[in-house]
């Protein structure tokens, strides 16, 4: 071979090089699935805060890139279809509204059994997430369902009491006929004659307007979303305490092809989320309790003697979630006095005392 075409040879060579990009950048397809609105608070920040971190994080490296789709509002599940539209892989990643789950995802309802605790949805997401890493029961539950944990979300500061006639305390709940969803319908036990009606945040409004019931236990945030005051113009500030009821997951078949820094992004985005969501919940809180006098509605606080008698009047659903999990092999007993404790550590004590029956 002459000088001049090992010298060719060795150009053509380099411009091919130069030519190529240093790394492929691998495009990764994500479906997104709620069947909730966009205009709910927790979706709206998926598509304003968890995609777009998601993706800046990727980003950094540049080894890949998502391919977002988002389905919200029905169009491939309702709101109680995400868990199963995540296992049969309608969906990538969802996010679970737990509460409509209560039989195959018993652990989450941790906060919900432990009513008239902390208003406050920072403490109580960070005290749930904490106990689904220390013990096992939350995650196996959703492995179960063929997908994976990546964090619990809180989306309401308190549930509180909208009512379609003026409301001032316990007794006017005798009697009534009061929405909610899920665990929350235990709370109705104990009052006299009053009976809980299983609903949503969707259809609320409609079970109020047509009567079908008299109250609907819900959020401040939500109430404003959903133009409650319309049709119910009284609130009875109960505070009965934040929730969790929202946990993003992701398809389990659909996670482990998944690289594995794809998979430690979307599992420190999911709580970063978490928080972002929770501290959200509270400074709209306010506002939207403003925002509902402001619509015409009126806030009547619970006395902190009626708080203390409806309280006391619940069954003890805390102790019953905690023997029912015992009875399945996982430790209840432990993961609700470790939850208990994490909220005193934060500085919140009960109107009751749900580990009163309990063996410490």
């Known amino acids: 071979m002459t000088f001049w075409t090992r010298r060719m ?3 053509a060579v380099m411009a091919t090089l130069t030519a190529m990009p240093a790394f492929a950048t691998e495009t990764i397809k994500a479906v997104v699935i709620d069947g909730y609105p966009a205009r709910a608070l927790w979706v709206q920040e ?21 391919d977002w789709q988002e389905s919200y509002g029905g169009t491939i599940v309702k709101p109680k279809g995400v868990l199963e539209g995540i296992e049969l892989g309608l969906g990538d990643i969802g996010i679970v509204t737990t509460i409509f789950h209560s039989s195959k995802l018993p652990s989450q309802a941790i906060a919900a059994v432990t009513p008239f605790v902390a208003p406050d949805s920072q403490a109580v997401a960070k005290a ?14 959703f492995l179960k369902q063929n997908q994976v944990y990546l964090a619990t979300g809180v989306v309401l500061d308190t549930y509180q009491v909208f009512s379609k006639a003026p409301i001032s305390g316990l007794a006017d709940l005798e009697g009534a006929k009061v929405a909610g969803a899920g665990m929350n319908l235990r709370y109705i036990e ?30 401040p945030e939500a109430a404003a979303t959903f133009k409650i005051a319309e049709v119910a113009p009284y609130m009875l500030n109960a505070d009965f305490g934040a929730v969790n009821s929202k946990t ?40 939207s309790l403003a925002a509902f006098e402001a619509a015409g509605g009126t806030v009547v ?34 993961m609700l006095n470790a939850y208990l404790g994490k909220l005193a550590d934060a500085g919140y004590t009960g109107v009751r005392d749900w580990s009163a029956g309990l063996t410490k």
């Open 9 to 11: 040879t060795l150009g």
């Open 46 to 66: 998926f598509t304003n805060f968890f995609i777009p971190e998601v993706d800046k994080r990727l980003a950094e490296t540049g080894n890949y890139v998502m």
């Open 128 to 141: 749930v997430d904490e106990i689904a890493k220390e013990f096992p029961a939350m995650q196996k539950e």
């Open 190 to 219: 104990g009052i006299d004659g009053a009976a809980g009606v299983r609903g949503g945040l969707t259809d609320f409004y409609n079970m109020l307007q047509t009567g079908l019931v008299d109250h609907a236990m819900l959020w």
């Open 248 to 287: 993003v997951t992701v398809n389990k078949d659909y996670w482990d092809g998944l690289p594995e820094e794809v998979q430690a992004v979307l599992q420190d985005v999911a709580v970063d989320y978490r928080d972002h969501v929770a501290a959200l919940t509270m400074d709209k809180a306010a506002e």
């Open 301 to 334: 606080e619970l006395s902190a003697a009626d708080r203390k008698a409806w309280a006391d009047a619940m069954p003890d659903i805390a102790m019953e979630w905690a023997q029912g999990l015992d009875s399945a092999g996982e430790d209840g007993t432990g």
